[in-house]
């Protein structure tokens, strides 16, 4: 019995002491991936000449060698603070001579030894990456598009996607309709093209700094709201300067974003020559056959609907989804329905517009990889895609995006709702 629990002691205290030691050898190569991508102290930075994964790199006629994997110790700290190579010669002068401690030598042997392990999903014959989509009908139209996208290799390399990944099993994410972490700084997996989800309402256009968004931000597709209103009662006389009466109705609550939101809609409306309404739900609107613009979710769309008279009600098509095909035909026929993106038909269910999203963000992919050079790594396509532009998708539209603005496009939709035959029609393209 003695020796038993001795016995789990000592296993107890090895898994202790190996957890211990685990976290400290991450530690380790963390700080040595600072060194690694940063340079130390100033100094420049090993990745400029031996690349993204260590795998050495030529550039102006010089071969910087590759330093991936276990370098011996005494042979890293005489390359790096000596300045003399394996062969006991002189490297060449622009291999800096670093001032650099014996604890950042070893922090740097460490990361050295594990280099890759920052880029998970790509290897030199295939790149991983990951949608994050429920099973339904959304998700597969989705995975339908980015397959369609990915029937090709780049440099070699076989585009392999993976549902709902984990973050360490993918290079970066494409067309998701769902993250699991918020948009904020913390975030580090890239992604390009995040879908919304159908059905809810969101008013934020804050992106994470490793996000690139196809679609234009929500201020601009409510701006564009005003202005198809607009055209729509002007279109028979386009000199009339006549002042438009609209309703502005939203869901009453605390969101910062839609309050910064109004804000903006209450300026255009002025310039716009509009008379803007506002009213929390759910008062009635007081004039019939006055247009409304509705800010909310498809929850209250039948209300909203019924108290409005008999006017065009305009909305997002992303906030209200499929439930405007639901309605009966009288009152589907009022809806004008904003979706933020080119689709390739005139006819459409919402699934096969998302399809034509994410084939979209699967082409800008391809782009940027194609763009970033075999020597892959993420911070080579981040900078490739913070510098696309006009990159045009056939059936979407042009994308640009710029180091400051990572929204690619500024186009849509104006879709009529056929509750009849439960598909949208294109009435306008902006």
Same mark, same amino acid.
């Given at each position: 019995m003695m020796a038993s629990l001795w016995t789990a002691l000592f296993v107890f205290l090895w898994l202790l002491f190996a957890d211990v030691a685990s976290a400290a050898d991450d530690q380790a190569w963390q700080r040595g991936q600072t060194i690694y991508h940063k340079g130390w102290n100033g100094q420049a930075a090993c990745v400029r000449c031996h690349g993204n994964q260590g795998q050495g790199r030529e550039e102006g006629g010089l071969r910087a060698p590759p330093i991936a994997g276990k370098p011996d110790r005494q042979y890293l700290q005489r390359a790096l603070l000596d300045g003399v190579g394996s062969? !006991?010669?002189a490297l060449h002068p622009l291999m800096p001579r670093y001032h650099m401690d014996a604890s950042?030598? @070893?922090d740097l042997l460490a990361y050295l030894s594990v280099? *890759?392990? @920052?880029?998970? *999903? %790509?290897t030199d014959t295939v790149l991983r990456v990951g949608v994050s989509v429920p099973a339904n009908a959304y998700g597969a139209a989705i995975q339908a598009g980015l397959i369609k #996208?990915? @029937? =090709? =290799?780049?440099? !070699?390399r076989k585009l392999e996607l993976l549902l709902n990944p984990s973050a360490d099993q993918v290079f970066v994410e494409v #067309?998701?309709?769902q993250t699991r972490q918020s948009t904020t700084e913390a975030k580090v997996l890239p992604d390009i093209g995040q879908l919304p989800l159908p059905g809810v309402a969101n008013f934020s256009d804050t992106l994470a700094p490793v996000s690139f968004q196809l679609l234009p931000t929500i201020r601009e597709q409510a701006s564009a709201l005003l202005t198809q209103a607009a055209l729509d009662a002007r279109g028979a006389a386009p000199n009339n300067r006549a002042t438009q009466q609209l309703t502005l109705i939203y869901d009453l609550g605390n969101d910062p974003a839609l309050h910064a939101l109004l804000k903006v809609l209450r300026q255009q409306a002025r310039d716009n020559h509009q008379s803007l309404r506002e009213q929390v739900w759910s008062a009635k609107v007081r004039k019939p056959g006055e247009a409304v613009i509705y800010l909310g979710s498809s929850a209250n769309l039948r209300e909203? %609907? $019924?108290a409005t008279g008999d006017g065009l009600l305009y909305a997002s098509a992303i906030h209200i989804g499929e $439930?405007? %095909?639901? %309605?009966?035909? #009288?009152? #589907?026929a009022r809806l004008r329905l904003l979706l933020p993106w080119h689709t390739s038909s005139p006819v459409f269910d919402l699934p096969a517009a998302y399809s034509d999203a994410a084939y979209a963000a699967g082409m800008v992919l391809i782009e940027a990889l194609k763009r970033s050079g075999r020597q892959l790594g993420r911070p080579e396509l981040l900078q490739q895609l913070s510098q696309l532009r006009d990159f045009t998708?056939? !059936?979407f539209g042009e994308i640009s995006f710029r180091p400051d603005q990572h929204y690619g496009s500024h186009g849509g939709q104006l879709l009529v709702v056929d509750a009849a035959h439960g598909v949208f029609t294109v009435f306008r393209t902006w």
């Open positions: 062969n !006991g010669q950042s030598v @070893d280099i *890759g392990r @920052d880029t998970p *999903g %790509l #996208a990915f @029937d =090709q =290799q780049v440099y !070699g #067309a998701s309709l909203v %609907l $019924a $439930a405007s %095909l639901q %309605l009966p035909p #009288a009152q #589907a998708v056939s !059936g």
